[in-house]
DNA sequence: AAAAAATGCAACCAATGGGTTGCGTCATTC
DNA sequence: GAATGACGCAACCCATTGGTTGCATTTTTT
């Protein structure tokens, strides 16, 4: 991938709804659950929120298109877990956003220079 | 701060807004311009747009909301700069996840092991 | 086979978000 | 000092979101 492709407008496409999924504190709250306490069930999940069960499934369904959670059947209940992989999408973008940010700095100090 | 305390729900309620600043193709794109084009007015940003002004305005608000944008009055128009630090705090909520993830399945694998 | 548990599904509701248009204000420039 | 340019403010609109309640469905469990 060139450099210039790196911020590309397809790419904000892809990642600006992977980071609406984060802004969320109950979403972030279920991804740390997931993460530090293992795979769980809904109904586990929604005791430890002030929100009925309903509301959270609604929350895991938006984290699951963002790609940061999986679920599967097993046996009456489903079981989610965490997905690392596109939490690394996200890290990786905003490492491309600060990057940017310090070549334009260098462009700009290059320039005062001379 | 303790290890315990890295993901506290206080740093939920923080990040949660941050990442939702993030979570918009338009706003990235602005943040993109603002980054590598340097600083620029809203009439000029809204040009490399297809809304209106008015609607750049209520993002730029939003991203300044968040910390990830300055404005300042100069004459009669006001100038908008990319503003790197909360740009930081997103990426280390981000590690920090990523981290727990890493402890919580060495914690799996020991138990797996014994 | 009946009760209980876990989930799915649908309707509904209030609030927010992203967008618009119209107009007023203030600094520049001619 | 009058026109222009950049912006602020407000009203309004529609779609989405986050939440609810109620009830049906499917596995377990007893």
């Known amino acids: 991938m060139s450099r210039a492709e790196a911020l590309s407008p397809a790419r904000l496409k892809d990642a600006a709804p992977l980071f609406a999924a984060l802004g969320d504190a109950t979403r972030l709250g279920l991804l740390v659950s997931l993460c530090s306490g293992g795979p769980l069930t809904v109904t586990r999940l929604s005791g430890q929120f002030d929100v009925s069960r309903q ?9 699951s298109e963002a790609g940061l959670v999986k679920s599967a059947r097993h046996g009456r209940e489903r079981i989610w877990t965490f997905e690392p992989k596109r939490l690394e999408d996200a890290h990786q973008y905003l490492e491309r956003l600060s990057r940017e940010w310090d ?12």
Chains 1, 2 share one sequence.
């Open 55 to 63: 509301a959270i499934t609604k929350h895991l369904e938006v984290l």
């Open 103 to 114: 070549v334009a700095l260098d462009r700009l100090k290059a320039f005062v220079e001379t």
